[in-house]
């Protein structure tokens, strides 16, 4: 089965940098669309940051950012560590959110597979 586990959050001063880590089990992210999202209380669930997969033609991945996070956070992978990584720059309070990894096996619908969420509280 697939399971998807993040890395602990934590609390985090403005201004403070940190990273996110999704590790993946029982499939490959090779070929398969991964994303970060955030659900802060009272809020939508708002789609972050995705990496795609290679596109059959070209080979070339394709990434999204939502304007918020865009120039302080950074979507990766590491297929050979089957892991996702969501680097966070220059965080505010406004990040504080419970932080979700996922993952889906085909491109353009929802995604299949999630993690549990983890906490990231910005906060002096």
């Known amino acids: 089965q697939v399971q998807l586990v993040e890395s602990v959050g934590g609390l985090v001063q403005p201004g403070d940098s940190l990273t996110l880590t999704c590790t993946v089990s029982?499939?490959?992210?090779?070929?398969?669309?991964v994303a970060w999202f955030r659900q802060a209380p009272g809020k939508k669930r708002e789609g972050l940051s995705c990496?795609?997969?290679?596109?059959?033609?070209?080979?070339?991945?394709?990434?999204y950012y939502e304007d918020s996070v865009k120039g302080r956070f950074t979507i990766s992978r590491d297929n050979a560590k089957n892991t996702v990584y969501l680097q966070m720059n220059s965080l505010k309070p406004e990040d504080t959110a419970v932080y979700y990894c996922?993952?889906?096996?085909?491109?353009?619908?929802?995604?299949?597979?999630w993690g549990q969420g983890t906490q990231v509280t910005v906060s002096s």
């Open positions: 996922a993952a889906d096996p085909r491109p353009g619908g929802e995604y299949e597979y």
């Open positions: 029982g499939a490959s992210v090779d070929h398969w669309d």
């Open positions: 990496l795609s997969r290679p596109d059959d033609s070209t080979n070339r991945r394709k990434t």
